[in-house]
C-alpha cells in the first residue's frame, strides 16, 4: 500500500492506493497518528486508488474517526468505490464518516 | 490431512500472509472463480489466518494450515487450521452495526465479513486442531 500525506494547518490529506490488510493497515494508523498528535483535526482520505480493504482497515478507520471526533474535527472519505465500498457497506460502516467524490471537494467543505 | 484438498503449512505469522493468499489464489484458478470473487477470497483468508496469528499461539511459535480443494463448478473449498488453542469464531456474538459512532465496537466485523461474504462457513474441532471451512464462488 502506499500511503501519500500532504498537510495544510490542521487539515491533512492522505491518499491511499494499492491493498489495506493486516499487514499494511499499522502503516496507515502511524501516518496518521503523527498527523493527529501533531495539531491536525480533520483527515481528509482519498481512496480512490484504494483496492482492497479488510476488517484490520476498518478498525484503524473507525478509531481515527473516534479520534478525530474527540478533537472536534472528522475522517472524510473521497472516492471509495468498488471492493473497498463492499467492504464498509456491508459492516454499515459508511453512514460514519461524511462522503465525497474529490479529496478537493472534501477540503472545500472543511 | 489428506480429504483430497491441496495443503500448504507456514508459521502462524503475518509474513506468512502473502504466500497463503498466492496459494488460496491457485486454488480460485483452478476452481475457476471469476476475477471478481478473488478480493473477497483475499478477505475471508486473511481474517481467518490473521486470528490465528494473534491468538491461537499465546506462547508463539505455532503453524497454521490451508488446504483448498475444487467444490464444484466455480466454487471452492478452503480450509484453515490450526493446532492452538480451541476457538470457534462462528460463536461469536454478532458486532451491533446500527450503533452510533461512539458506541461502534471495533471488533467483531472480521468475522462477520467472512459469514457475509462466503457460501457456507463450517467449523470443527478434531484431533487437537481448530478447522475452519469455508466455501465460496
Known sequence: MRVDCSRQGTVAVVTLAGRMDAKSAPEFDSACEALLKDGVTHLVVGMSELQYVSSMGLRSFLVLAKQTKAKGGGVLLCGMRGFVKEVFDMTNVTPLFALFDSTEAAVASI | ?137
Open chain 2, 1 to 137: 490431512m489428506d480429504d483430497g484438498l491441496t495443503w500448504l503449512q507456514l508459521p502462524a505469522e503475518m509474513a506468512s500472509l502473502a504466500r497463503f493468499t498466492e496459494f488460496a489464489r491457485e486454488g480460485a484458478k483452478a476452481a475457476g472463480l471469476p476475477e471478481s470473487s478473488f478480493a473477497r477470497l483475499d478477505l475471508i483468508l486473511e481474517e481467518a489466518l490473521v486470528n490465528i496469528f494473534r491468538y491461537a499461539y499465546p506462547a508463539g511459535g505455532g503453524q497454521a494450515i490451508v488446504g483448498y480443494a475444487v467444490a464444484g463448478p466455480n466454487c471452492l473449498r478452503v480450509d484453515v487450521c490450526d493446532s492452538g488453542r480451541e476457538f470457534n469464531p462462528l460463536e461469536r456474538q454478532a458486532p451491533d452495526l446500527n450503533a452510533a459512532l461512539d458506541e461502534r465496537p471495533i471488533g467483531g466485523l472480521g468475522i462477520f465479513l467472512v459469514q457475509s461474504m462466503a457460501e457456507s462457513v463450517r467449523y470443527f474441532r478434531e484431533d487437537g486442531r481448530n478447522r475452519l471451512s469455508f466455501q465460496i464462488r
